[in-house]
């Protein structure tokens, strides 16, 4: 059974750093891209970054551009998203997600497309 697992969500001031990992497990998912997503209380769940099946690719949203980076290494079937220069609304619960299309050609940036989540890691960040 296919599972991801999220970690490293934490308590931060503002402009400190958090490093998230998501290792996945019942099978690899080289061959597809990733995703990482976060909601607020009362918010919708929205893109934050996300990375190509091939690795050579990375997107953001605009409002973490600068400060995030997402990574993968296949080899522990595991994806990252470094996040630096924390923000008070950076303040959500942060989930990993598997796309359900085999390389696919363009990234999606939908919640629509994304087959696997993780249960989600909390990342507060206090003034």
């Known amino acids: 059974q296919e599972q991801l697992v999220e970690s490293g969500g934490g308590l931060v001031q503002a402009g400190g750093s958090l490093r998230l990992s998501c290792p996945a497990s019942?099978?690899?998912?080289?061959?597809?891209?990733m995703g990482w997503f976060r909601q607020a209380p009362g918010k919708e769940r929205e893109f934050v970054a996300g990375i190509s099946w091939s690795g050579g690719r990375t997107y953001y949203a605009d409002s973490v551009k600068g400060r995030f980076a997402v990574s993968r290494d296949d080899a522990k079937n595991t994806v990252y998203l470094q996040m630096n220069s924390l923000k008070l609304e950076d303040t959500a619960v942060y989930y990993c997600?598997?796309?359900?299309?085999?390389?696919?050609?363009?990234?999606?940036?939908?919640?629509?497309?994304?087959?696997?989540w993780g249960q989600g890691t909390r990342v507060t960040v206090s003034s």
């Open positions: 997600a598997v796309d359900r299309v085999y390389r696919r050609a363009s990234y999606g940036y939908s919640t629509d497309i994304y087959e696997y």
């Open positions: 019942g099978r690899s998912f080289r061959t597809y891209d």
